[in-house]
């Protein structure tokens, strides 16, 4: 059974649920399930999804439908296209690194976001990682503080991070600022 036919013999109410938790599929499913939901003549899931994202983050909408078309296909060109930075295969996706360096009293800690492929995002978060190790640890209280917290979060990107089978929400996010 293909995709499509699967999706055929929901339920509406199914559809619905589906709809809610649309950003939990595959980009596959997702265009199958919105396809399915088009058919039927069923809200649309990508602008309630949208929506509640913006709203999270406190984002004017765009103007109209073309424009959020537009975007969406600009995103997905980044994330299926060759990553900025080594010109190897994709997907693209946002990989940040946290890093944090003290002096006596003073820490200074942050985050920076890449838009780069996982593997390029790894050397970041290594590099981030090492740079923290060694010039964390120098300040009281913040640093011994801050400098396991910032390793621990570039271990969390480095074994985890976004998932490759779609854009994630930070991808999205900025683009969207971008193109909008
Ligand atoms: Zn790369």
């Not at 503080?145 to 570039?154: A, C, E, G």
Request: aromatic fraction near 10%; glycine fraction near 8%; proline fraction near 6%.
């Amino acid at each position: 059974m293909t995709l499509e036919e699967l999706w055929q013999q929901k339920s509406d109410r199914e559809l619905e649920v589906a709809a809610r938790k649309i950003t939990e599929y595959t980009e596959e499913a997702e265009q199958v399930i919105r396809a399915e939901i088009r058919k039927r003549g069923m809200p649309e899931p990508p602008t309630f999804i949208r929506n509640a994202i913006r709203d999270a983050h406190g984002l004017t909408p765009v103007a109209n439908q073309e424009t959020e078309d537009y975007i969406r296909e600009q995103i997905r060109a980044i994330h299926q296209g060759r990553c900025p930075r080594c010109s190897g295969h994709g997907p693209v996706d946002v990989h940040t690194s946290h890093w944090v360096w003290s002096l006596v009293f003073f820490t200074y800690w942050g985050s920076n976001s890449h838009i780069c492929c996982r593997k390029c995002g790894r050397v970041k978060q290594i590099k981030a990682c090492l740079f923290s190790f060694v010039l964390g640890w120098w300040g009281f209280p913040w640093g011994l503080l801050k400098t396991p917290i910032q390793i621990i979060q570039n271990l969390i990107g480095l074994f985890g991070g976004p998932s490759d089978s779609k854009p994630s929400e930070n991808l999205y996010l900025i683009v969207y600022k971008q193109l909008k």
